[in-house]
């Protein structure tokens, strides 16, 4: 199938579903985005929600191509709806089918609806600020000057981070290994996921990237599945 971004082939992946049922999505590497057939999404069971945990993490790495304003169903070819909707307190959005053929969200905002992805406390920003002075926006890629600005002044979104704690038990019940238990996982046991996310970027900036930081978390997120 055709990335409705970008027009490159998006990868086919086969996923467990609910009562033994198999769940077929298609993802774009290239745009980090994801194409759900209707009621896909609400179907996949936790483990298979993990996995696309790890296939998003595998891009971490990879500035995601700009989506064009126009986007087009692939099934039927008709305009794509942007749609905003709200999980619990966390904002999000995706572009639908109005024939009802599916939808495309992008890895970010999956995150954000699976309720992954939560704003930084005013005391973890002070904590970034003493050792992070730039950053990427996670939504749009814009430059924030943490010593300034506490949203993104491109697109107004709010420094946001990947939830490593919830993500890092969800890991542990479902493929605990040697280095932490199914009810405390080892990337749980770290006292700071600032602390965390300030070494893992500032490795980043080294190698010449600037990632955001749910970038960088994504990054942490692909140590731990592995």
Not at 193 to 204: G, Y
């Amino acid at each position: 199938m055709k990335c409705p971004g970008c027009a490159a082939t998006m990868m086919p992946l086969a996923l467990e579903g609910h009562l033994g049922t198999t769940i077929d999505i298609d993802v774009c590497a290239a745009c980090r985005t994801i194409w759900f057939d209707r009621f896909e999404e609400l179907r996949l069971t936790p483990q298979a929600t993990l996995k696309v945990f790890g296939v998003i993490s595998e891009s971490a790495d990879r500035p995601a191509a700009p989506l064009p304003t126009a986007l087009h169903c692939p099934r039927c070819n008709a305009r794509l709806l942007l749609t905003h909707d709200i999980q619990r307190n966390t904002r999000f959005q995706y572009w639908r089918c109005d024939g009802g053929h599916g939808r495309l969200i992008t890895f970010i905002d999956f995150l954000r609806e699976k309720d992954f992805v939560r704003p930084l406390t005013p005391q973890q920003i002070v904590e970034l600020r003493q050792n992070i002075q730039a950053i990427n926006c996670s939504n749009c890629g814009a430059a924030i000057n943490l010593l300034t600005d506490s949203v993104c002044p491109h697109c107004g979104s709010a420094l946001s981070i990947l939830d490593l704690p919830q993500m890092a038990r969800m890991a542990g019940k479902l493929a605990p290994d040697a280095t932490g238990t199914p009810d405390r996982p080892a990337a749980a046991r770290d006292p700071s996921e600032i602390e965390a996310l300030v070494r893992a970027f500032k490795a980043a900036d080294r190698a010449q990237s600037r990632p955001g930081l749910i970038e960088t978390g994504l990054g942490l997120l692909s140590k731990l599945l592995e």
